[in-house]
Structure formats: C-alpha cells, structure tokens
C-alpha cells in the first residue's frame, strides 16, 4: 500500500496541527471555527474506531460514520475529566494539547493496523460508492426517498450546527463594579475613623456591555436606620459627597488568561461629622437621573432618598461602606 491508502488519517493529522497553528497565530479566523467543530465532533472518534477496526469487513461505512461522531462525544468530555484533575485543569490550552496528541498517536496506530490488515478498509469517496452503500438500485422509490431526505436532514444539522458554532449569540451583558482596600485586595476596609481623616480605597469599574458606555458614579455619605416593626428603611441624613463619570468600551471577559482591571483609581474621601454612617457608591449607565434642590445641603427630605432605597433592593447597581466615625 502507498500514502493514498492513508489519506484520511494523514489529513486528520495535518488539520489537527493546522488547528493548533491558527490557535496560535489566528484565533479570530473563520477556519479556525470550523475546524474546530471537527477536530472536537469527529476526529477523536474517528482515529479511534480506525484503530480498532481496521478490517473492511468489521463495519460499514455507515456504521462507521455514526460510530465516529457517537465515539467523539464520548472521547472529548473523558479527556476534559481526566484535566480537571491535573494542575492544568480544564482550559484552552490542555485541552487542545491533548486532543492533537490524541487524534496523532491513534492516527499513528490506525495506519500501523491498517498496514497490517488482511483485508483492509480504506475509505474512497465516489458517487458509485454512495451509490454502492445505500444500495441505491435496489432501493424502493420509498428508500430512496427517505434516504435523500435522511441526507438533506443531516447536511442541515450540520451546517446549522456550524451556523451556531460560529456565529455565537453574545454572552452575558453586564458590568463588574467593586471596591478594594488600599493595598488592592478585598479586605482592610476603613471601617472606623476619626473626624477629618482621610481614608482611600480602589474603586473599579469593567465594562462587559458589549457597547461603549458611559458611567455615572455617585458618592453619598447616608446615616440610616431600619425599622423592623414596619420593615422600613428610614434615612435621616443624606449628603451627596462626590460625582464623577467615565466613558468605557466594551471589554471582552477573558476566561483564559488572569483577571485584569479595565479602569481603577485611588478614590480618597473624609467625613467631618460623628457618628454611624454609610457611604454608598451609586453607578448609573448612560444618563444620570436627574437631582432635586438639598435643604441645606441635605436631601434627605426630597425625593433623592428613593436612589439609596432602590440600591438596598438591588434595583440600582451600587457599592456599600459601614463606617463609624469619631470625634479626635
């Protein structure tokens, strides 16, 4: 036998690696997509079945076919199982690593026992082959109606499959908004200060809209009470501390590589006044509703207090401190 006897598994070969270069160098790339879908769905289960059942007479091509894709399916999620217990774990990389080595070694394998058969199967793609499988002239006119049906049903699934695949509906809209303690990790919040001090955390913003988006942020200093007699949040004082804004593009969230901040800044504040507060940060997309006039610089008496309410329901996206404040 010469290399046209092993053409099949000589392309799945040179494709698996073709993948893992576009990977590499075009991640973007339409071929990579549907490349993709093979090298997943087909593929593994291809060169394993090759490898188990080298002799023509040990299955047809329809058996194969289905065994192959049915075989995949099962192979993939096996190696995904066997990463999650290794330090590489279930991503990109090892995954892709680890399915080339497979659909090599059992490509290798496949034409070792394909050398070695008595009788071997060695696919060739020709109408009279077709023709010669479905055993198309003595098929009823019923046969082969549901045969081309069958067919047309199947050419369907997969171009729509593939449709699916790569043209991916976008994923989850939302926006990471979060406060970190000065030396950048979720902890040592300045919870207790004297009057007049100065206290500084990270505050963050990443936008995953899929849009440009400007964003509003309100600073308010709040000192509340809740009634559980008759479950109502009671705002006693309410003084609007800071306003700022900026517009972000869409950032991609990368499941891939290690979280990175999209914007951040030092924000430092002071609180003159005694007593148990909270300083809620208030983020707002697009437009900032509108404010009434204070009373004497405090709006707790005007309709603003329905911004604090609505962020204690969730409805408003916001940030929370619990600070206790001191007289020197």
Do not use: C
């Given at each position: 036998?010469?290399?046209?006897d092993?053409?099949?598994?000589?392309?799945?070969?040179?494709?698996?690696l073709?993948?893992?270069?576009?990977?590499?160098?075009?991640?973007d790339?339409?071929?990579?997509?549907a490349?993709?879908?093979?090298?997943?769905?087909?593929?593994?289960?291809y060169?394993?079945?090759?490898?188990?059942?080298p002799?023509?007479?040990?299955?047809?091509?329809l058996e194969?076919?289905?065994?192959?894709?049915?075989?995949?399916?099962a192979?993939?999620p096996?190696?995904?199982?066997?990463?999650n217990y290794?330090?590489?774990?279930?991503?990109l990389i090892?995954?892709?690593v680890?399915?080339?080595?497979?659909?090599?070694?059992?490509?290798?394998?496949?034409?070792?026992r394909?050398?070695n058969?008595i009788?071997?199967?060695?696919?060739?793609?020709?109408?009279?082959k077709?023709?010669?499988?479905l055993e198309?002239?003595k098929a009823?006119?019923?046969d082969?109606?549901?045969t081309?049906?069958?067919?047309?049903?199947?050419?369907?699934?997969v171009?729509t499959l593939?449709y699916?695949?790569?043209?991916?509906?976008?994923?989850e809209?939302?926006?990471?908004?979060?406060?970190?303690?000065?030396?950048?990790?979720a902890?040592?919040?300045?919870t207790?200060?004297?009057?007049?001090?100065?206290?500084?955390?990270?505050?963050?913003i990443?936008n995953?809209?899929?849009?440009?988006?400007?964003?509003?942020?309100?600073?308010?200093?709040?000192?509340l009470?809740?009634n559980?007699t008759?479950?109502?949040?009671?705002i006693?004082?309410m003084y609007?501390v800071?306003?700022?804004?900026?517009?972000?593009?869409?950032?991609p969230?990368?499941?891939?590589?290690?979280w990175?901040?999209?914007?951040?800044?030092?924000?430092?504040?002071?609180?003159?006044?005694?007593?148990k507060?909270q300083?809620w940060?208030?983020?707002?997309?697009?437009?900032?509703?509108?404010?009434?006039?204070?009373?004497?610089g405090?709006?707790?008496?005007?309709?603003?207090t329905?911004?604090?309410?609505?962020?204690?329901?969730?409805?408003?996206?916001?940030?929370?401190l619990?600070?206790?404040?001191?007289?020197?």
């Open positions: 036998m010469n290399l046209r092993y053409w099949d598994l000589i392309t799945i070969i040179a494709l698996s073709l993948l893992d270069f576009l990977i590499a160098f075009y991640p790339s339409l071929l990579r997509k490349l993709g879908l093979a090298f997943v769905l087909f593929f593994p289960g060169v394993f079945i090759t490898a188990l059942f002799e023509k007479k040990e299955l047809d091509n194969r076919l289905a065994l192959s894709f049915g075989l995949s399916i192979i993939v096996l190696i995904g199982l066997g990463l290794t330090p590489w774990g279930i991503r090892p995954i892709l680890s399915l080339t080595v497979f659909n090599v070694i059992f490509a290798f394998i496949a034409i070792y394909r050398a058969a009788e071997p199967w060695i696919p060739r793609i020709s109408i009279e077709l023709k010669e499988e198309w002239e009823s006119k019923l082969k109606a549901l081309v049906i069958l067919i047309i049903a199947i050419i369907s699934s171009a593939g699916v695949i790569t043209h991916p509906k976008p994923g809209k939302f926006t990471e908004f979060y406060i970190l303690g000065p030396e950048g990790k902890a040592d919040y300045p207790e200060l004297f009057v007049g001090e100065n206290a500084t955390v990270i505050l963050g990443a995953h809209e899929y849009r440009n988006v400007t964003y509003h942020v309100e600073v308010w200093l709040v000192n009470t809740y559980f008759t479950n109502e949040t009671v006693h004082n609007l800071d306003y700022f804004n900026v517009t972000l593009p869409h950032k969230v990368d499941i891939e590589g290690n990175t901040p999209q914007w951040e800044t030092n924000y430092t504040f002071t609180i003159n006044k005694p007593g507060w300083l940060f208030l983020l707002f997309k697009d437009e900032r509703p509108p404010l009434p006039s204070p009373i004497n405090d709006y707790a008496q005007t309709n603003a329905q911004r604090i309410l609505d962020a204690i329901e969730g409805k408003i996206q916001a940030l929370k619990n600070i206790e404040v001191r007289e020197i």
